[in-house]
């Protein structure tokens, strides 16, 4: 869960991952995935898990270069197969 920003509660979906799809990705770079896989932008995803934009932004950049990807269009296919 996290708070949008009208100060309201937000509960944030997680799709189903294809096994295997993100074994070279740590469990915190799985949760992202995730929610970014699920539609959520960044700076939602920032709420959600109490980081910075900055943070997640990074995140994602390692998570790309793991996964030699280059956009999340990419990276869906990558999760969902």
Partial sequence: MGVGEDGQEVVLAFPLLRAGALESLSPVEREVVSLLVAGHSVPEVAR??????????????????????????????????
Avoid: F, M, P, W
């Avoid at 109490?50 to 932004?57: A, K, N």
């Avoid at 030699?68 to 869906?76: N, Y």
């Fill in 48 to 81: 959600a898990r109490g980081r910075s934009r900055h943070t997640i932004d990074n995140q994602v950049r390692t998570i790309y270069a793991k996964l030699g990807i280059t956009c999340r269009q990419e990276l869906v296919r990558a999760a969902l197969g």
